[in-house]
């Protein structure tokens, strides 16, 4: 197990290239947000926006199309159960993250299920929330791609089988290579399972304990994945960012909340990006 340190962010954010367009820093659907958890996905989309990427796009439930047009302006919107009307937004796109607030009935499913369908093999994917809760539960087979998954402890337990006090690196890690996954196991110091190395985050404080942190999260890694070449590298600056951001900001703050990281991220990534 490799521990993270600032050494990671300043190797993975580059300086820009003059010589660039929107499309040069990664093209980002994210599908999820029920009318219930419209919060999710705006800050997942939040997160991807503030990290950098080129382009989004959110696909969620039409009720929440106001919120995040007004939360989020830079985001362009699609009704999340229309994805067959819309392939090319799943099918052109470089990264793909979903599962934040997208629940657990059986309209959610179906929207899963034509989301998987659509996915390409050199398409990165980011599976979280109830994307992977559905996974685990409905048995649905994941599809060829290059996979992130980002359970917490019991998503994780849904998915592996194995119990939250069995979780160590053995088992974690056997699990991971069978899915061929890059999995990102979040706890208070969350460890990142890949196919040749295992990270695990030295920074982070109970501050940031909030519902929509993991969501912010997962924004986060698509902000990176979708403009760093060096797709687990990239995974773990941005771990490890959200961590550092929160664990700062926690000097003067009791709590934390996503929004506030979701904020800072451009700041910390001009601080540390590559000398
Ligand atoms: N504003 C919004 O729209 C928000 C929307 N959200 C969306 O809601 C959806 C459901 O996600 P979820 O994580 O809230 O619920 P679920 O998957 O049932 O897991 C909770 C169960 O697991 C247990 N547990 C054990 N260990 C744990 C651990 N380390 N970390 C966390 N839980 C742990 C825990 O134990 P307990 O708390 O009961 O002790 C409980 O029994 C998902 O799509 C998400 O994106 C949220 O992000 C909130 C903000
Ligand atoms: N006590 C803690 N110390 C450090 N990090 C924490 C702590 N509690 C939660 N986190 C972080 O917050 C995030 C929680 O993710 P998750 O449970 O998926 O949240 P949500 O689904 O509500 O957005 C993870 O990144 C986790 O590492
Ligand atoms: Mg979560």
Same mark, same amino acid.
């Given at each position: ?90 099918? *052109? ?11 657990? *009935? ?61 979780? *160590? ?10 899915? *061929? ?95």
């Amino acid at each position: 197990m490799i521990n993270l340190s600032d050494k990671i962010l300043e190797e993975t954010i580059i300086k820009r290239p003059n010589k660039s367009y929107k499309g040069t820093f990664g093209r980002i659907t994210l599908i999820g947000g029920n009318k219930n958890f419209a919060g999710a996905i705006i800050m997942a989309s939040s997160a991807a926006v503030y990290a950098g990427a080129g382009l989004v796009t959110t696909m969620t439930d039409k009720n929440n199309k106001t919120a995040l047009n007004e939360a989020l302006p830079e985001a362009m919107y699609a009704d999340y159960k229309k994805i067959t009307d819309n392939k090319a937004l799943i099918q *052109n796109a470089d990264v793909i993250v979903i599962g934040p607030g997208l629940g657990t *009935n059986e309209s959610s499913e179906k929207i899963l299920r034509n989301v998987l369908k659509l996915i390409g093999k050199n398409q990165k994917l980011i599976i979280d929330g109830s994307a992977i809760t559905l996974i685990a539960k409905r048995k649905i087979k994941l599809p060829q791609a290059k996979i992130i998954l980002t359970p917490h402890q019991m998503e994780w337990q849904r998915l592996s089988g194995i119990k939250i006090d069995e979780q *160590n690196y053995t088992v974690n890690k056997k699990c991971q290579e069978k899915l *061929n996954a890059i999995v990102v196991l979040k706890s208070h110091r969350t460890e990142i399972y890949t196919n040749d190395k295992c990270f695990k985050n030295t920074v982070g404080t109970p501050a940031q304990a909030t519902g929509g942190m993991g969501d912010t999260l997962a924004g986060m890694i698509a902000g990176f994945i979708g403009q760093f070449k060096q797709t687990e590298q990239a995974v773990s600056a941005a771990i490890y960012m959200h961590s550092k951001i929160a664990e700062e900001l926690s000097k003067n703050q009791y709590v934390v909340l996503p929004h506030q990281i979701i904020n800072n991220i451009p700041y910390y990534m001009k601080k540390y990006q590559k000398k």
